[in-house]
């Protein structure tokens, strides 16, 4: 059984900062990709930044130079620091990571999601 754990989120006044995180355990045999998704409020869920195994990133064009995605394979990590917030940022962020466990399964695996509320 895989899981992932996320930590972080809360309400930020715009201009401020947060910090996600999300760590994956179980059976995990390796992880292709780690990234972070968000779903606001009538929207559908859309791509926030993911990290590759071999290091390259992308980052939705919204939050290029806001966001920085980062991994720690050895913990089995990926954080998502968020700076100058704006309220459009507002939504449930989701962690998301293709895996595969110990029996040689591939598949994706999300996050329970987090609250990302930016406002005044």
């Known amino acids: 059984q895989v899981q992932l754990a996320e930590s972080g989120g809360g309400s930020v006044q715009p201009g401020g900062s947060l910090r996600l995180s999300c760590a994956a355990s179980g059976s995990i045999f390796s992880i292709a990709a780690m990234g972070w998704y968000r779903q606001a409020p009538g929207k559908q869920r859309e791509l926030v930044a993911i990290s590759a195994s071999g290091g390259s990133t992308n980052y939705a064009d919204s939050v290029k130079g806001r966001f920085i995605i980062s991994r720690d394979n050895a913990k089995i990590t990926v954080s998502l620091q968020m700076n100058n917030l704006k309220p459009e940022d507002t939504a449930v962020y989701f962690c998301?990571?293709?895996?595969?466990?110990?029996?040689?399964?591939?598949?994706?695996?999300w996050g329970q999601g987090t609250q990302v509320t930016v406002s005044s």
């Open positions: 998301n990571a293709d895996i595969t466990n110990r029996l040689g399964y591939r598949r994706e695996y």
